[in-house]
T-cell receptor
């Protein structure tokens, strides 16, 4: 198992364009999380999935953001009509669900988004 | 609402020094606390996870302690090396997982 994989590593886009990021979690991890991190700050929670079900969304996730996890495997995060304030590192994490929330989080290397 | 604070925000030490990074949190109703390392432009690498019922965890030169009642955790790094230079983040895991802003560590050769 190679860990959590995120693509692309970097994305530069013009304001107003749509972008989509992909996350492949560790196989058999049924929880998948998306976080956003800006410079000098810790990651901020965006949303998470238990298998294919999206169970929670942060208020940070405006209606321009949408996340999916079809079939409970990989996940995509789409940002529509990007704004300069969307520039950040988008991190994906996964964890096994063993009946309690004490399982460790495993992070990917992130996708760095720059909106010009 | 859980708030997580990491002190100091930045730290520069000579190689070989032992050092302590601090993480404090306001709500003691947590499941566990996880320490991560982040290199520039990279994702987070898990270092140690302490369950709420535990007092400390050790891995190599790293030792993490947890005092839930006082809302504090410390990460102790022994005999620091230049390769330890990175940002260290604590994540307090309760109903939600809340991260601190991190401590940027620079170890001088």
């Amino acid at each position: 198992d190679t860990g959590v994989s995120q693509n692309p590593r970097h994305k530069i886009t013009k304001r107003g364009q749509n972008v989509t990021f992909r996350c492949d979690p560790i196989s058999e991890h049924n929880r998948l999380y998306w976080y956003r991190q800006t410079l000098g700050q810790g990651p901020e929670f965006l949303t998470y999935f238990q298998n294919e079900a999206q169970l929670e969304k942060s208020r940070l996730l405006s209606d321009r953001f949408s996340a999916e996890r079809p079939k409970g495997s990989f996940s995509t995060l789409e940002i529509q009509r990007t704004e300069q304030g969307d520039s950040a590192m988008y991190l994906c994490a996964s964890s096994p669900w063993e009946g309690d929330p004490s399982s460790p989080l495993h992070f990917g290397n992130g996708t760095r988004l720059t909106v010009t | 609402k859980q708030e997580v604070t990491q002190i100091p925000a930045a730290l520069s030490v000579p190689e070989g020094e032992n050092l302590v990074l601090n993480c404090s949190f306001t709500d003691s109703a947590i499941y566990n606390l996880q320490w991560f390392r982040q290199d520039p432009g990279k994702g987070l690498t898990s270092l140690l996870l302490i369950q709420s019922s535990q007092r400390e965890q050790t891995s190599g030169r790293l030792n993490a302690s947890l005092d839930k009642s006082s809302g504090r955790s410390t990460l102790y790094i022994a005999a620091s090396q230049p390769g330890d230079s990175a940002t260290y983040l604590c994540a307090v895991r309760g109903f939600k997982t809340i991260f601190g802003a991190g401590t940027r560590l620079f170890v001088k050769a």
